[in-house]
């Protein structure tokens, strides 16, 4: 019988990965960049990472906001005749929203996490580029429609 050498598992973070900003700030005061171009690509990641922190927390407000103004509407809105079956609908297509919408978000925090243990740079700063592209092609078609106005 051959005995085997146990591996011992040392988990220390790869140079030039970051866990937090504050890491890669401590990081660059030393003097250690780590890999060539990662302190940069990891700051693009943490900074995609919180942008779908941000989403999602939006999209949980606008969900409160939602139910907010359904529920005080619904508890107005007449609860005979043929309005009973509107209003079982109504709450039929807002509880299947409201469930998309809580999906959706878990996808955000899912994409988030994913994009900040990222290591290809050319992929981090692709993420990055599509985010701003799709931020200014939102704004200019707000613009554009505040001008049609």
């Known amino acids: 019988m051959s005995k085997r050498k146990k591996k011992k ?17 401590i990081m660059l005061l030393k003097g250690d960049t780590g890999k060539e ?3 940069t690509a990891k700051a693009f990641a943490l900074i995609t990472g919180t942008i779908f922190r941000v989403a999602v927390f939006c999209l949980g407000i606008a969900i409160i906001a939602f139910w907010y103004a359904f529920l005080k509407t619904g508890f107005s809105a007449p609860w005979e ?24 978000g878990i996808v955000l925090i899912g994409m988030g996490m994913d994009i900040e243990r990222e290591t290809d740079k ?28």
């Open 9 to 25: 598992n040392n988990k220390q973070p790869k140079k030039g990965s970051h866990k937090s900003v504050f890491a890669a700030i």
């Open 37 to 39: 171009g990662m302190l």
């Open 81 to 104: 005749g043929l309005g009973i079956l509107t209003n079982i609908l109504v709450l039929v297509f807002a509880v299947a929203g409201t469930v998309l919408a809580l999906l959706f």
């Open 122 to 149: 050319s992929f981090i700063i692709a993420v990055f580029s599509g985010l701003t592209s799709f931020a200014s092609l939102v704004i200019a078609v707000i613009a554009l429609v505040k001008a049609i106005r």
